[in-house]
């Protein structure tokens, strides 16, 4: 489980996160959704430690990323926005290595890679260099990376952009199987058609604000519109979720 509280993060004199506070359950996908500079992937750099929360916390299985933020890694598998990969090493090569990090043994780490690989449908290049792979090639490397020790807890940050169809339709199957398996899976997105296929409960974010929050036919009611795009577009204008 994942949990905001009171997050906020400034930069200089602009304030991206002005007290964010959700939760993100188990056996469940919530979406993080909103426009471009809403303080979504703010949001989720402080999940995952890369950025250290001004004030608030976040929990992880209710550990706390301030108080012990190597726990709190260990507890989660992040794709983040423009995930890079080591461009010397083959996809396999990078998967078995952040499993050799996670402190998988040897025969582990290279069976589930070789897992991996077959899920998200890798095997033609598996076993090129990373250097020259397209970008739908190297997110599905920096996933199977992500993905590696069998997380209880998945980030991931717009993990459908520069994929081709199969390869979301793939994503999409994969994260279903992960809700089916009890996992708590947060994802960032502004593909509608994806939130609204794939999530249980969505966190609206605008202007660093939570402006709705709870089950997408909730949103949808208590915006007044029947469409999620409609109810986004809604809230965007400064409507309330009613």
């Not at 993080?32 to 949001?43: D, I, M, Q, R």
């Not at 933020?69 to 990969?85: D, E, M, N, T, W």
């Not at 390869?167 to 999409?172: E, K, M, Q, Y």
């Amino acid at each position: 489980m994942l949990e905001a509280r009171g997050l906020t993060k400034s930069f200089g004199k602009v304030a991206a996160v002005r007290g964010v506070s959700f939760s993100a359950r188990d056996g469940q996908i919530t979406g993080l959704l909103g426009p471009n500079g809403a303080g979504k992937s703010t949001t989720l750099r402080m999940f995952y430690t890369v950025l250290r929360p001004d004030s608030g916390d976040a929990l992880i299985d209710e550990v706390s990323v301030t108080a012990d933020p190597l726990a709190a890694r260990r507890a989660i598998g992040v794709l983040s926005h423009g995930a890079g990969i080591y461009n010397h090493l083959t996809a396999r090569e990078n998967i078995a290595y952040f499993g050799e990090l996670h402190g998988l043994e040897r025969e582990a780490r290279e069976a589930r890679a070789a897992e991996l690989i077959e899920l998200l449908e890798m095997k033609p290049f598996a076993d090129r260099l990373a250097k020259g792979f397209s970008q739908g090639q190297r997110l599905k490397t920096a996933l199977a990376r992500a993905l590696v020790h069998k997380p209880r807890n998945v980030l991931l940050d717009e993990p459908t952009n520069g994929l081709d169809v199969m390869a979301v339709r793939n994503l999409r199957k994969l994260l279903a199987q992960l809700r089916e398996a009890g996992h708590c899976v947060l994802f960032s997105s502004h593909v509608m058609q994806e939130v609204e296929q794939l999530c249980d409960e969505v966190i609206v974010i605008s202007g660093g604000q939570v402006v709705a929050a709870g089950a997408l036919a909730d949103i949808r009611s208590r915006a007044g519109n029947a469409q999620l795009e409609d109810a986004f577009v809604h809230l965007m204008d400064g409507g309330e979720a009613r």
